[in-house]
């Protein structure tokens, strides 16, 4: 299948591993050229340059956080006119609702809610006036099934879910799609963290709560990287364009419900 992506121009967040890079080396593999960001310059330089051996494409690694107006502008001055964005953060730890003051619960809104929000708004136009836009937002499986230990997850996520829902059928008369991808449990240093704040709580090692995870999950697995990001390039594709505001969750099939 021809995603006819050839020559586009993308920007993803959270590109130096995980799955912001899966997504940026699958996009790279369909001829889009690529600005990845991140926060720590070595590990996204070295992604950068992973990806462009392994697609010959143009990608530029933009040092910044994304999540602040400075970050944004210096992204924006290396892609000004982005064809696709694939919003992507880091979530914030997990913990007791509890604990969590003013700044923790700011802190997450910004960085799971509003960095995307303000993204969207200061790229949508031009895709609109291009005719042609792709929009897709990383966030989570707990956006359907919330999890008790990331609240703040959960409550930042569901916000951003919530505002897509009502842009995304203003836009698509344009050529503009906005999508959500909810990934659930997948090979990354996310996945550790979590399993390894789980096995601490429950007085186990890491080893045996990884076991016990994938033997809750009907694929028997983890998810590779690599299956998210070609979910996401063909979001992003010519193909994709029928298709908005929607929640794809991707998830082995742990989610239980039939909506």
């Not at 310059?41 to 143009?58: F, H, N, P, Q």
């Not at 933009?62 to 290396?78: F, M, P, Q, S, W």
Request: proline residues 4%; charged residues 20%; hydrophobic residues 40%.
């Amino acid at each position: 299948m021809e995603f006819g992506m050839e020559g586009r121009r993308a920007i993803i967040g959270g590109a130096s591993a995980g799955l912001g890079k899966a997504c940026a080396m699958a996009l790279a593999g369909e001829g889009v050229d690529v600005t990845i960001v991140a926060r720590t310059r070595d590990k996204l330089e070295e992604a950068a340059s992973e990806i462009a051996a392994a697609t010959g494409v143009k990608v530029t690694a933009v040092a910044v956080d994304i999540n602040t107006d400075e970050g944004r502008r210096a992204v924006l001055a290396a892609c000004p006119e982005p064809d696709i964005v694939v919003n992507n953060s880091g979530g914030p730890p997990p913990g007791d609702f509890r604990d969590w003051d003013r700044d923790a619960w700011i802190a997450a809104l910004n960085g799971n809610m509003l960095g995307a929000i303000f993204m969207i708004r200061d790229t949508i136009d031009g895709m609109i006036a291009r005719r042609f836009g792709r929009i897709v937002n990383i966030t989570s499986s707990a956006v359907k099934a919330p999890i008790p230990i990331l609240g703040l997850s959960n409550g930042a996520r569901s916000g951003l879910t919530g505002f897509v829902a009502g842009l995304a059928r203003e836009t698509i008369i344009h050529n503009v799609t906005i999508n959500n991808l909810l990934p659930g449990d997948f090979e990354t240093d996310r996945q550790k963290s979590y399993t390894e704040s789980l096995a601490k709580m429950q007085n186990t090692n890491y080893e045996e709560m990884r076991k016990i995870r994938m033997a809750g999950n009907p694929a028997g697995r983890f998810g590779r990287p690599e299956e998210f990001g070609a979910c996401c390039a063909f979001l992003c594709s010519v193909h994709g364009g029928f298709i908005t505001g929607q929640n794809l969750l991707i998830d082995g099939g742990k989610y239980p419900g039939t909506f």
